[in-house]
């Protein structure tokens, strides 16, 4: 079965620092996605990652992608308050490619 | 273009009691599915439908739940009875096409509290 770890579940920092998030899988796979989840709100896209390697960029965040190492990074660069959200990573396995499994998300909060 | 909606945005319900909870896809999005998270925990899968066909329903924890997709349109969960460990926020999403790379888009979600 497969499996979709996240760490860490909680996050707490302060404004201008930057950190990194950790997505492990347990199962083949070449596409990855990373969402964010403000309270109450859908789950909106922000990366797709479709090889290995690939990095994609957008403001303050990068996320990168490790095929060989089942790991994917959200990297967050000098946060600021409007970053505080859930943050989940989610996984399309080769054997189903129709299918997505995610992790438990990152509760992110970003202090001034 | 509407995104996708979910109704009610919450519910409260005795343990024992039925609910209903009603999801409307993307038009055009034959795949639909739906999602369960319990406070904390990761957003599990429970199943996916592709038109109205249940195509995975691995997902579903138990015969409680029951999900449909006449017409191959809206969806509706129904979980009889309900129990204490039903409570979580139920999410729906839809694509035109994963495995073409499509994206899934979701709904705010449904949040079920069981008392």
């Known amino acids: 079965e497969l499996k979709v770890e996240q760490n860490p579940l909680f996050l707490s920092m302060q404004e201008g620092k930057n950190y990194t998030i950790y997505c492990n899988y347990s199962?083949?796979?070449?596409?990855l996605y990373w969402y964010r989840q403000d309270p109450g709100k859908s789950l909106e896209s922000l990366f797709v990652l479709l090889s290995n390697g690939a990095v994609k960029q957008e403001g303050r965040l990068m996320a990168s992608l490790d095929t060989k190492a089942r790991l994917s990074t959200l990297h967050i660069t000098a946060a600021v308050h409007d970053l505080s959200a859930t943050y989940f990573c989610a996984v399309v396995p080769t054997s189903n490619n129709n299918d997505m499994r995610f992790g438990a998300g990152t509760r992110l909060t970003v202090k001034p | 273009e509407a995104g996708v909606t979910q109704f009610p945005s919450h519910s409260v319900i005795e343990k024992g009691q039925t609910v209903t909870l009603r999801c409307d896809p993307i038009?055009?999005?034959?795949?639909l599915y739906w999602y369960r998270r319990v406070m904390g925990k990761e957003i599990k899968f429970l199943l996916h439908?592709?038109?109205?066909?249940?195509?995975?329903e691995s997902g579903m924890p138990n015969n409680r739940f029951l999900a449909e997709r006449t017409g191959g349109t809206y969806s509706t969960l129904k979980v009889q009875p309900a129990e204490l460990e039903d409570s979580g926020v139920y999410f729906c999403a839809s694509s035109q096409d994963l495995a073409s790379l499509g994206e899934q888009y979701f709904g705010p979600g449904t949040r079920l509290t069981v008392t």
């Open positions: 038009s055009g999005h034959d795949n």
């Open positions: 439908f592709v038109k109205e066909s249940k195509q995975d």
């Open positions: 199962t083949t796979s070449d596409r």
